[in-house]
């Protein structure tokens, strides 16, 4: 099993729904979230294109965040879900230095937060909140080893890239362009 | 667009941040196991709601965790509004609920009105108060005189105890503010309005064409998810727009019109229609009126002549008319939704009436369907009695085609004139902020400023319970009950609203309020249901359901009454115009005097060094009545002025700075706003979210945070057709020295 998500940038509007319903879900503190929008305007007027991408950490295969962390705290769930064990976590933050994505954030009560891909929900058979609140449709989630999940039937059909592939961490969340 | 301001801030922080040792402890009390929350693994309970944050009206349901607390609303799958997924506004709804600005208790007035002086009363004490006056009012005016001011759910139940006191003066800012122009546009085409949500078939449509409409920033859900499933099904899609909108990034054609010149472009695409014959030929000749007229309106509107009005280049008009043409019948030209910018509003509503209407599309798949709206009884009361006057007696002979009454027109008949022999003398205002929402802000105070009585019925002290002889709070649409929802939409279909929690602090329902002020006038008689679970278990078992059923459900779809979704081949259709055509030249606007073809006016451009006021919303965000909602203020905490580079280079403005902005009335902002610095904008306006800049300090998270377009909005340019307030003619210019001006905050 090999958890992934894709977000369709033609689709996305930004409308911020997947921060809001993950904080919800999560009982994120106000004030902090674990994805976020990126909107990236080329051009000049009137010859413009705008990308708009729903962001989050992106579960890489090859995670600094794993391999810095000195307690073990971070670690790899079933699917390669990257996720954190707060009551391991001492809070030194070497993961968020590490993250090339920006995605973890430190949790007032004493550790570091990010996505997990809400696996709460994920094994009552449930996608994740922000894919399932999406008013455009455009968050895909899924297992890449199986052909005929989501996300690997629209990676199979669009173009597609991941953010900052030069970092090597093999990150599996991927843009549709 | 949610920011990482926090995260960043505290990330900075590092480590010292983390140091707190109870902190961990508490971590660890609420995560169990890895990173399941509590709430999420043991039993909760859900009940059903209809959304209130817009007027969208989403059905969803509302989840509590075990400590019986608010803790997310999730959609409705059977929803048609919205398919099982809230929109950011509707998901962010506990925050409503949770804001510990709210109203919390009765109040009433105490100092000189505005000022802001109030002391806590009992709800006895309060209802008092106003019937006293309401009385005193009837006896010296006449019950007429009152009028309300409604834009939420909670209006059913105060406009039925205005109706019931003697008055029909209900007017609600959204339409004479807002979709009026297109409703009236619209009903002297087809002879019927869109109302809301909007019958366009986006879902199975080949083109949508957006002029001004920002599908996706203004978050309607339903057509945000069916513009989605249309980018997916290859839909073309053309924007007309001076900013470079989200939509106009997922279209086809961006059109980046110089404003106020739309209807140049509009005329041009029905000469392109009509000359190259892309109409179409057999539905114009079997359900059109006036087709030879309207050729000859509009024989010289050429895209050559349009190209020097809108800079939209005659072979751009040519190909996106063959575009729709391509597509049609499965086209739709938007009507939009906030369309009071000019003036001129209701003709150019009917100018993309008779687009849609020479391409076939109205009563077409991928068009505008045929909406149904479920039919529930109303509650047995006794006949309203007649009143002598309404709103319309202070316009003799004006705005009669306008079907709702003006939120305007009822403040500018409170200003007493001595050409008018009787003005307003009360005003109940329920949900709705006139401050923010009316334009002129200084007409709207001089109002208030003569009335006998104002009460404001609010869940926040929005900027104008400030100017309340008495305040009473409603409590949150999660906890209360409302009328079910009826539509209209593809099926007939009900939701209900339902309360998830007791009203918080000394806050209530709309329907109490009303029944209670009903029994101090000696109304009591309209309200005979004593509680409104009663009320709605005997509507809703008039059609078949029960509260018990609803309860379990929240939506329940019913099949159609009225025939099919959309015109079949060779249907004989009447449409309700005078003619019983679909009227290309209007007949009931040629009675009243009005052009019956629409034609083009130039309206006014900025004066050098001004830059015209465009205004819009934000995804996250319903006009001024969420910007302190803790989980959206947290998505978009202020707006900023979006600042064309060139622009910017001139004024030598900088990505984030702080200015001042001043009309060209000499009206200031009274706050700063951030610029940002874009290509999105045209070099001659400049953009911002409405409804930011809020004055009233009571909202404290959002207090002195952007800028109010509303009181840069001072020059309104009336429609004479149906009276809409035109906001779209204002110019504005930058004070770049904040020193100069007061400071505030």
Same mark, same amino acid.
């Given at each position: 099993?090999?958890?992934?998500?894709?977000?369709?940038?033609?689709?996305?509007?930004?409308?911020?729904?997947?921060?809001?319903?993950?904080?919800?879900?999560?009982?994120?503190?106000?004030?902090?979230?674990?994805?976020?929008?990126?909107?990236?305007?080329?051009?000049?007027?009137?010859?413009?294109?705008?990308?708009?991408?729903?962001?989050?950490?992106?579960?890489?295969?090859?995670?600094?965040?794993?391999?810095?962390?000195?307690?073990?705290?971070?670690?790899?769930?079933?699917?390669?879900?990257?996720?954190?064990?707060?009551?391991?976590?001492?809070?030194?933050?070497?993961?968020?230095?590490?993250?090339?994505?920006?995605?973890?954030?430190?949790?007032?009560?004493?550790?570091?937060?990010?996505?997990?891909?809400?696996?709460?929900?994920?094994?009552?058979?449930?996608?994740?909140?922000?894919?399932?609140?999406?008013?455009?449709?455009?968050?895909?989630?899924?297992?890449?080893?199986?052909?005929?999940?989501?996300?690997?039937?629209?990676?199979?059909?669009?173009?597609?890239?991941?953010?900052?592939?030069?970092?090597?961490?093999?990150?599996?969340?991927?843009?549709?362009? | !667009?949610?920011?990482?301001?926090?995260?960043?801030?505290?990330?900075?922080?590092?480590?010292?941040?983390?140091?707190?040792?109870?902190?961990?402890?508490?971590?660890? %009390?609420?995560?169990?196991?890895?990173?399941?929350?509590?709430?999420?693994?043991? /039993?909760?309970?859900?009940?059903?709601?209809?959304?209130?944050?817009?007027?969208?009206?989403?059905?969803?349901?509302?989840?509590?965790?075990?400590?019986?607390?608010?803790?997310?609303?999730?959609?409705?799958?059977?929803?048609?509004?919205?398919?099982?997924?809230?929109?950011?506004?509707?998901?962010?709804?506990?925050?409503?609920?949770?804001?510990?600005?709210?109203?919390?208790?009765?109040?009433?007035?105490?100092?000189?009105?505005?000022?802001?002086?109030?002391?806590?009363?009992?709800?006895?004490? &309060?209802?008092?108060?106003?019937?006293?006056? !309401?009385?005193?009012?009837?006896?010296?005016?006449?019950?007429?005189?009152?009028?309300?001011?409604?834009?939420?759910?909670?209006?059913?139940?105060?406009?039925?105890?205005?109706?019931?006191?003697?008055?029909?003066?209900?007017?609600?800012?959204?339409?004479?503010?807002?979709?009026?122009?297109?409703?009236?546009?619209?009903?002297?085409?087809?002879?019927?309005?869109?109302?809301?949500?909007?019958?366009?078939?986006?879902?199975?449509?080949?083109?949508?064409?957006?002029?001004?409409?920002?599908?996706?920033?203004?978050?309607?859900?339903?057509?945000?998810?069916?513009?989605?499933?249309?980018?997916?099904?290859?839909?073309?899609?053309?924007?007309?727009?001076?900013?470079?909108?989200?939509?106009?990034?997922?279209? %086809?054609?961006?059109?980046?019109?110089?404003?106020?010149? *739309?209807? &140049?472009?509009?005329?041009?695409?029905?000469?392109?229609?009509?000359?190259?014959?892309?109409? *179409?030929?057999?539905?114009?000749?079997?359900?059109?009126?006036?087709?030879?007229?309207?050729?000859?309106?509009?024989?010289?509107?050429?895209?050559?002549?349009?190209? @020097?009005?809108?800079?939209?280049?005659?072979?751009?008009?040519?190909?996106?008319?063959?575009? !729709?043409?391509?597509?049609?019948?499965?086209?739709?030209?938007?009507?939009?939704?906030?369309?009071?910018?000019?003036? *001129?509003?209701?003709?150019?509503?009917?100018?993309?009436?008779?687009?849609?209407?020479?391409?076939?599309?109205?009563?077409?798949?991928?068009?505008?369907?045929?909406?149904?709206?479920?039919?529930?009884?109303?509650?047995?009361?006794?006949?309203?009695?007649?009143?002598?006057?309404?709103? +319309?007696?202070?316009?003799?002979?004006?705005?009669?085609?306008?079907?709702?009454?003006?939120?305007? @027109?009822?403040?500018?008949?409170?200003?007493?004139?001595?050409?008018?022999?009787?003005?307003?003398?009360?005003?109940?205002? /329920?949900?709705?902020?006139?401050?923010?929402?009316?334009?002129?802000?200084?007409?709207?105070?001089?109002?208030?400023?003569?009335?006998?009585?104002?009460?404001?019925?609010?869940?926040?002290?929005?900027?104008?319970?400030?100017?309340?002889?008495?305040?009473? =709070?409603?409590?949150?649409?999660?906890?209360?009950?409302?009328?079910?929802?009826?539509?209209?939409?593809?099926?007939?279909?009900?939701?209900?609203?339902?309360?998830? &929690?007791?009203?918080?602090?000394?806050?209530?329902?709309?329907?109490?309020?009303? +029944?209670?002020?009903?029994? %101090?006038?000696?109304?009591? &008689?309209?309200?005979?249901?004593?509680?409104?679970?009663?009320?709605?278990?005997?509507?809703?078992?008039?059609?078949?359901?029960?509260?018990?059923?609803?309860?379990?459900?929240?939506?329940?779809?019913?099949? +159609?009454?009225?025939?099919?979704?959309?015109?079949?081949?060779?249907?004989?259709?009447?449409?309700?115009?005078?003619?019983?055509?679909?009227?290309?030249?209007?007949?009931?606007?040629?009675?009243?005097?009005?052009?019956?073809?629409?034609?083009?006016?130039?309206?006014?451009?900025?004066? =050098?060094?001004?830059?015209?006021?465009?205004?819009?919303?934000?995804? !996250?965000?319903?006009?001024?009545?969420?910007? /302190?909602?803790?989980?959206?203020?947290?998505?978009? *905490?202020?707006?900023?002025?979006?600042?064309?580079? %060139?622009?910017?280079?001139?004024?030598?403005?900088?990505?984030?700075?702080?200015?001042?902005?001043?009309?060209?009335?000499?009206?200031?902002?009274?706050?700063?706003?951030?610029?940002?610095?874009?290509?999105?904008?045209?070099?001659?306006?400049?953009?911002?979210?409405?409804?930011?800049?809020?004055?009233?300090? +009571?909202?404290?998270?959002?207090?002195?945070?952007?800028?109010?377009?509303?009181?840069?909005?001072?020059?309104?340019?009336?429609?004479?057709?149906?009276? @809409?307030?035109?906001?779209?003619?204002?110019?504005?210019?930058?004070?770049?020295?904040?020193?100069?001006?007061?400071?505030?905050?």
């Amino acid at each position: 099993m090999r958890y992934a998500m894709a977000v369709d940038t033609k689709k996305c509007v930004g409308c911020s729904d997947c921060v809001v319903a993950c904080q919800t879900e999560n009982n994120v503190p106000i004030g902090y979230c674990r994805d976020w929008i990126v909107e990236v305007t080329d051009g000049t007027y009137p010859q413009l294109e705008t990308e708009i991408r729903s962001e989050r950490c992106n579960h890489c295969i090859n995670a600094p965040c794993v391999r810095c962390c000195p307690t073990g705290a971070s670690h790899f769930a079933d699917g390669g879900i990257v996720l954190v064990k707060p009551n391991k976590c001492i809070g030194c933050g070497a993961c968020i230095a590490s993250c090339p994505y920006d995605a973890r954030y430190p949790n007032p009560d004493g550790y570091v937060d990010k996505c997990t891909f809400c696996i709460h929900r994920l094994e009552k058979g449930l996608n994740p909140a922000c894919a399932e609140v999406c008013p455009t449709k455009c968050i895909y989630f899924g297992d890449l080893e199986d052909p005929n999940s989501p996300v690997s039937l629209i990676l199979k059909k669009r173009k597609y890239k991941s953010l900052i592939p030069e970092a090597g961490t093999r990150p599996q969340l991927f843009f549709l362009i | !667009m949610t920011t990482r301001r926090n995260f960043i801030k505290i990330s900075a922080a590092g480590a010292g941040a983390l140091a707190i040792g109870t902190g961990a402890l508490n971590a660890m %009390k609420w995560i169990s196991s890895d990173t399941m929350p509590d709430s999420v693994k043991n /039993n909760f309970t859900r009940t059903p709601t209809y959304c209130e944050i817009c007027f969208w009206k989403c059905a969803g349901w509302v989840y509590k965790n075990k400590k019986g607390d608010i803790w997310k609303i999730t959609g409705n799958d059977e929803d048609q509004n919205c398919h099982g997924r809230l929109c950011p506004r509707g998901t962010g709804g506990p925050g409503m609920y949770y804001d510990d600005d709210r109203l919390k208790t009765p109040l009433i007035r105490t100092g000189e009105r505005g000022r802001q002086t109030f002391r806590e009363a009992s709800w006895d004490e &309060a209802f008092t108060y106003i019937a006293d006056k !309401m009385k005193a009012i009837a006896r010296e005016h006449g019950p007429e005189c009152v009028a309300l001011f409604t834009h939420g759910s909670g209006g059913k139940y105060f406009g039925d105890l205005l109706q019931a006191y003697g008055s029909s003066n209900i007017a609600a800012p959204s339409y004479a503010q807002c979709r009026g122009p297109r409703e009236v546009g619209f009903m002297a085409t087809f002879g019927e309005g869109l109302e809301s949500p909007e019958p366009t078939d986006i879902r199975d449509t080949r083109c949508l064409v957006l002029i001004g409409s920002h599908i996706g920033e203004n978050m309607h859900n339903g057509q945000v998810q069916e513009m989605s499933d249309a980018i997916d099904k290859g839909a073309v899609i053309i924007t007309v727009d001076p900013r470079f909108s989200t939509a106009a990034g997922k279209s %086809k054609y961006w059109l980046p019109i110089k404003p106020a010149t *739309d209807m &140049a472009l509009l005329l041009s695409w029905i000469h392109v229609i009509i000359n190259e014959e892309y109409y *179409d030929k057999k539905y114009v000749e079997k359900y059109t009126y006036g087709f030879k007229e309207l050729a000859e309106a509009v024989r010289n509107y050429t895209p050559e002549w349009a190209y @020097g009005i809108t800079t939209i280049a005659p072979d751009v008009i040519r190909k996106t008319a063959k575009e !729709m043409a391509d597509a049609a019948p499965a086209v739709i030209v938007h009507p939009g939704r906030h369309v009071t910018w000019y003036g *001129d509003d209701t003709q150019r509503s009917r100018a993309i009436a008779i687009l849609n209407a020479l391409l076939g599309s109205w009563g077409r798949r991928g068009g505008f369907f045929r909406p149904e709206t479920f039919e529930l009884p109303s509650y047995p009361h006794p006949e309203f009695p007649e009143p002598k006057r309404t709103w +319309r007696t202070a316009y003799p002979g004006k705005y009669v085609l306008a079907d709702l009454a003006l939120a305007n @027109g009822i403040c500018d008949a409170t200003i007493p004139v001595t050409t008018r022999d009787c003005s307003f003398k009360g005003w109940i205002v /329920n949900g709705t902020n006139l401050i923010e929402t009316l334009p002129n802000q200084k007409n709207t105070i001089e109002a208030i400023q003569n009335l006998d009585l104002m009460v404001v019925i609010d869940t926040m002290p929005m900027e104008i319970t400030g100017w309340a002889d008495v305040v009473l =709070p409603e409590c949150t649409y999660l906890e209360r009950y409302d009328s079910v929802r009826t539509g209209p939409h593809r099926l007939p279909q009900i939701a209900l609203r339902m309360p998830a &929690a007791e009203p918080k602090y000394n806050s209530k329902p709309a329907y109490w309020m009303a +029944r209670q002020l009903a029994i %101090k006038m000696g109304l009591e &008689a309209y309200f005979p249901f004593e509680n409104q679970e009663d009320l709605l278990d005997w509507q809703l078992k008039q059609v078949g359901s029960s509260l018990e059923e609803m309860k379990r459900i929240g939506v329940k779809t019913f099949p +159609r009454q009225y025939g099919e979704l959309y015109f079949s081949d060779d249907e004989e259709v009447e449409f309700f115009t005078n003619t019983g055509k679909i009227e290309l030249y209007s007949t009931s606007f040629a009675n009243e005097g009005f052009d019956p073809v629409p034609v083009y006016t130039a309206h006014p451009e900025p004066p =050098p060094g001004y830059y015209r006021l465009i205004y819009g919303r934000a995804p !996250m965000h319903t006009f001024s009545r969420t910007s /302190n909602n803790p989980n959206l203020h947290d998505l978009m *905490d202020e707006n900023t002025l979006w600042v064309n580079p %060139k622009v910017a280079k001139e004024w030598s403005l900088m990505n984030g700075q702080q200015v001042y902005l001043e009309n060209q009335d000499g009206v200031k902002s009274q706050f700063p706003i951030k610029v940002r610095v874009t290509e999105r904008i045209r070099w001659d306006s400049v953009y911002m979210v409405h409804g930011f800049g809020h004055a009233e300090k +009571r909202l404290t998270r959002t207090y002195g945070r952007g800028a109010s377009d509303t009181k840069l909005i001072t020059k309104v340019m009336i429609d004479p057709i149906m009276g @809409g307030t035109g906001m779209r003619g204002n110019f504005v210019t930058f004070i770049t020295n904040p020193g100069e001006t007061e400071v505030a905050s």
